[in-house]
C-alpha cells in the first residue's frame, strides 16, 4: 500500500492529506495526518491471526 502525506487547499481553507493508494483521507494538521500514519503502519505491520476454517462446523 502506497501512503501519501500531503498539504491540500480547498474552499474551506488550507488541511492535510493522507493518500492511500487511491483513497484520500483528511486532516486539520499535518501532526494529525502523522498520527493517523503511525497508527494505521502500526496495525499493518501486527501479527494477524486468520481463522482456522478445516476447523469450522458446516450448517
Known amino acids: ?11 474551506k481553507g ?3 492529506q493522507v493518500c492511500l493508494d487511491q483513497h484520500a483521507v483528511s486532516f486539520r494538521s499535518e501532526a494529525e495526518a ?6 494505521l503502519e502500526e496495525r499493518l505491520k501486527a501479527p494477524h491471526v486468520l481463522p482456522d476454517w478445516s476447523r469450522r462446523i458446516a450448517s
Open 34 to 39: 502523522r498520527r493517523f500514519v503511525t497508527v
Open 1 to 11: 500500500m502506497k501512503i501519501l502525506v500531503r498539504p491540500t487547499t480547498t474552499p
Open 14 to 16: 488550507s488541511s492535510w
